[in-house]
């Protein structure tokens, strides 16, 4: 009995290894997928993520999930970049050389950690969105 659960627990240990390494390969190998970390305004704490470029909004998908839906959904259209820094001391969780923005959204305003070559994109997404009317 006490072989068999093991057995058992060793098998659903090993199937959610599996999908969580395959939700991560399908996340990242999607044309317009980007890692990025998030961290809401008065939070401490990054999220590492993938991010996904759409139409008309950023869909941003944690790393440590299972989730196939995205955490954070941002209108393109209702993005404002505020302010750009370079990665600080207070930013333990962030590689040195990534780029820090500072946006406001329809949902308040977050911090979006990327890359200093997807930063580029990142701006010519957002200033390219249509006018709002």
Do not use: N
């Amino acid at each position: 009995m006490t072989t068999a659960l093991l057995v058992l627990a060793g098998v659903l240990l090993v199937g959610l290894v599996v999908a969580f390494l395959l939700r991560r390969r399908f996340l990242l190998s999607g044309v317009g997928a980007v890692p990025m970390w998030l961290r809401p305004a008065g939070s401490s704490r990054w999220s590492v993520g993938v991010a996904w470029y759409g139409d008309d909004a950023l869909l941003w998908y944690r790393a440590l999930s299972l989730s196939l839906r995205p955490h954070q959904r941002l209108c393109r259209a209702e993005v404002q970049v505020r302010g750009r820094r370079r990665a600080g001391p207070t930013d333990v969780a962030l590689p040195e050389d990534v780029v820090v923005l500072s946006c406001a959204t329809a949902a308040g305003p977050r911090e979006l950690a990327m890359d200093p070559s997807t930063v580029t994109g990142f701006l010519s997404w957002v200033e390219s969105a249509p006018p709002v009317r």
